[in-house]
């Protein structure tokens, strides 16, 4: 228990408040925080003074402040990096999202008859066009499409769901495959050993209680030496066979034959995944395709069906903004389309594709326009406590997406004079706008390949305001 006098010594909240000015936050914001503050004082000892009170508390609230939702420079070089909000979409799809967003829309009225329309229904048939299949859906993620897949075949008695043991992966944080089928109420048949699975392992866990086969894409590792997977045809014909599901999760889900961009290697198409035979796929919406945060699920037109009749369906379904951002990210790759997207060319990537896919766009950026992009940037830090130069590296897709592809680029490298690198890497993180970068080799490094050109200025300003003194 503390004394009557030193509990006096808190200061207010109201004083406190008054004594912060204006931090940039609501004020029920700022009243809060000052008061969990507060709060905390009470087992202090020795209860700080009313300085030292107000300090700590302006840079809480400057933390607070900076975790607000808001646009960064991405300068890690990662293209689909999760913890920066994944793609960032193109003019166009922001084009049509905001113009969604700020009127009433037909989002389930069909203007022609002037009955009530199916949400989404163009979408779905233009992703069902891109993806070479007879129907698709779509959901808030693919976490969700395969929880909804998952949940829909195993109801009743058949609770099993056959998986290679070299398919139990996790992508980044919280999504692990055993726990993604567990939470869905579905019963994990391992088969196979993590390096080695062959289809007579398949074969010979189907049984009764079996619901579906399960090919989940190991999108963020590779494994190589003594390494086997049937292929993927015959476990479609073993499912068949046997009439059970197979779906494959794709994870990425690149409908551009990555082949083709920047020395990648290849990614499955959700059109070649469904050419050898399985009966649905899923993909996310917001990784390599390069639309807004989504899962798609492809392939048979009455499995779709089925699973849009779910009432779990409905908890899972996008909202106007994401669909608005999905239907014009669609658009611009069936364009890029020959007359039949899927089954003939795939959608070549291009200059328009590029101009509405920035990922796209970013993948293929020559190394010698991101030199001359850096050279201007080092030129223009001339004069300052730094040592600037240009050097080689190495983005990634990220996203758990093509982990063995590295992409040669063009980095920025600093070296303060009078600062330690973490305290640049920090003070710029927690500019306006922030810029993330990496450091390697005792150097502050910013990959430019994943900086829009139009944020050089930006990242100009952002170094000259972190070394002002
Ligand atoms: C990324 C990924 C997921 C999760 O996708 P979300 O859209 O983030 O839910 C699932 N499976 C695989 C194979 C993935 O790569």
């Known amino acids: 228990?503390?004394?009557?006098?030193?509990?006096?010594?808190?200061?207010?909240?109201?004083?406190?408040?008054q004594a912060l000015g204006d931090p940039g936050l609501p004020r029920a914001v700022v009243v809060a925080a000052v008061r969990r503050h507060v709060a905390a004082l009470r087992a202090a000892k020795p209860i700080p003074e009313f300085g030292a009170i107000v300090e700590r508390l302006r840079a809480?609230?400057?933390?607070?402040?900076l975790s607000r939702l808001q646009p960064v420079i991405n300068g890690t070089g990662i293209l689909v990096h999760t913890n920066l909000g994944r793609a960032p979409l193109g003019p166009a799809a922001v084009a049509t999202l905001a113009?969604?967003?700020?009127?009433?829309?037909?989002?389930?009225?069909?203007?022609?008859?002037?009955a009530r329309?199916?949400?989404?229904a163009y979408l779905e048939d233009a992703l069902a066009l891109l993806c070479g299949a007879d129907a698709a859906t779509v959901v808030n993620n693919c976490a969700a499409a395969l929880v909804l897949v998952l949940r829909h075949f195993t109801s009743g008695q058949r609770k099993e769901v056959i998986l290679s043991r070299g398919e139990l992966i996790q992508i980044g944080g919280g999504f692990r495959v055993p726990e993604i089928l567990e939470a869905s109420g579905a019963r994990l048949r391992e088969v196979g050993t993590t390096n080695q699975t062959a289809l007579n392992d398949y074969a010979r866990a189907i049984r009764r209680e079996t619901a579906m086969i399960l090919k989940v894409h190991r999108s963020n590792f590779f494994m190589g030496g003594f390494v086997?997977?049937?292929d993927p045809k015959a476990i479609a014909g073993l499912a068949k066979k046997h009439r059970l599901p197979f779906v494959e999760d794709l994870g990425s889900g690149a409908?551009?034959?990555?082949?083709?961009?920047?020395?990648l290697e290849h990614e499955p198409t959700p059109a070649e995944a469904?050419?050898?035979?399985?009966?649905?796929?899923?993909?996310?919406?917001?990784?390599?395709l390069g639309g807004p945060q989504a899962g798609i699920i492809a392939g048979k037109a009455r499995h779709v069906a089925a699973l849009q009749r779910e009432p779990f369906f409905r908890a899972l379904r996008c909202d106007k903004l994401v669909l608005s951002a999905l239907q014009t990210t669609v658009e611009l790759y069936l364009e890029a389309s020959g007359p039949r997207p899927a089954s003939s060319g795939k959608p070549e990537v291009g200059a328009p594709l590029e101009a509405g896919t920035p990922v796209l766009a970013m993948l293929r950026v020559s190394e010698d326009e991101l030199r001359l992009r850096a050279g201007k940037i080092v030129a223009g830090l001339a004069r300052l406590p730094l040592q600037a130069g240009v050097g080689a590296g190495r983005s990634q897709l990220g996203g758990g997406t093509l982990p063995r592809s590295g992409i040669p680029s063009v980095t920025v490298e600093l070296a303060p004079r009078h600062l330690t690198v973490e305290e640049l890497a920090r003070r710029l993180r927690r500019g306006t706008p922030p810029v993330v970068g990496f450091i390697s080799n005792g150097r502050f490094k910013l990959d430019l390949r994943t900086v829009f050109p139009r944020q050089d200025e930006a990242v100009l300003a952002a170094v000259r305001q972190a070394l002002a003194p």
């Open 99 to 114: 113009a969604v967003a700020a009127d009433y829309n037909n989002l389930e009225l069909d203007l022609a008859t002037g």
């Open 1 to 17: 228990m503390k004394s009557a006098p030193a509990l006096r010594a808190i200061p207010s909240v109201e004083k406190l408040r």
């Open 274 to 288: 469904l050419r050898r035979g399985v009966d649905l796929v899923c993909f996310s919406g917001d990784k390599l």
């Open 117 to 120: 329309g199916r949400r989404a």
């Open 255 to 263: 409908v551009v034959d990555t082949a083709q961009l920047a020395g």
């Open 228 to 230: 086997a997977s049937p």
């Open 60 to 65: 809480a609230l400057a933390d607070l402040k």
